[in-house]
């Protein structure tokens, strides 16, 4: 086969097929007396495994294990499939802490807060973060503390309080200071639990989508393999 012909199944261009395969993602080729590349089934089965493989654990880690396995290192390949069903794992593990986190956070006040406002130190303290961080959260709008009219120094209410400990838990699940700033926006402004709900129902569609796409990539990746094994 030829570049072309490997490329019309994916809707590719033949130029990529040659950028895959001078990267290793393809196992080696065969020249014609012309010099042209000649591809055989394992290769195509070798692109396919590669584009499958690429939709879960993404561009570079897929290139990982395939040039891996072209070259021999199939147990180095082993670990980078691992690497990424860890981390999906750790995932799903932050997105149950998350809801389980959000869910209380949303509609009430915080528990413990009674009386006079939190500090800055009293509520990162409470956080397990630095003080600097709650300025950072300031800056992005995340936490919109009030100022004492006597000191001028911050003052974080049960709202306030409430927001900062919601920002802390998806912190921890890996999102940016931009997107919490987003998603508590919509949760002020709904004034209700529909933009939780949302929020957590489409993280959870993600996982389930770069879980069936690690699946397919598993397949395709096996087929290769006992091609492999048949040569």
């Known amino acids: 086969m030829r570049p072309v012909d490997l490329a019309r199944e994916h809707g590719l261009s033949a ?51 395939m040039c891996a396995i072209n070259d021999g290192r199939v147990e180095s390949a082993y670990r980078l499939i691992d690497a990424t069903h860890l981390a999906l794992v750790a995932e799903r593990g932050t ?19 009674r009386g006079e406002p939190l500090t800055v130190g009293e509520l990162a303290r409470r956080l397990g973060v630095h003080p600097a961080t709650l300025r950072t959260w300031e800056s992005h709008g995340i936490v919109r503390p009030d100022r ?8 974080y209410g049960a709202d306030c309080v409430r927001d900062a400990q919601i920002a802390r838990e998806l912190r921890r699940g890996g999102y940016p200071l931009p997107q919490v700033a987003r998603f508590l926006d919509a949760l002020r402004e709904a004034g209700g639990a529909e933009p939780l709900r949302v929020f957590l129902d489409s993280w959870q569609d993600r996982l389930t989508s770069r879980a069936r796409a690690l699946l397919a990539g598993a397949a395709q990746l096996d087929g290769y393999l006992t091609l492999l094994d048949g040569e």
């Open 148 to 155: 004492d009219p006597a000191t001028g120094y911050r003052r």
């Open 95 to 113: 997105r149950t802490d998350v809801a389980s986190a959000l869910t209380a956070l949303s509609g009430t006040a915080p528990a413990g807060l």
């Open 15 to 65: 130029q990529a097929i040659r950028n895959y395969d001078e990267a290793g993602i393809l196992p080696e080729t065969e020249r014609s007396a012309s010099g042209h590349r000649r591809y055989t089934p394992v290769h195509a089965q070798a692109l396919r495994a590669f584009l499958a493989l690429r939709r879960g654990h993404g561009h570079q880690q897929a290139m990982e294990i």
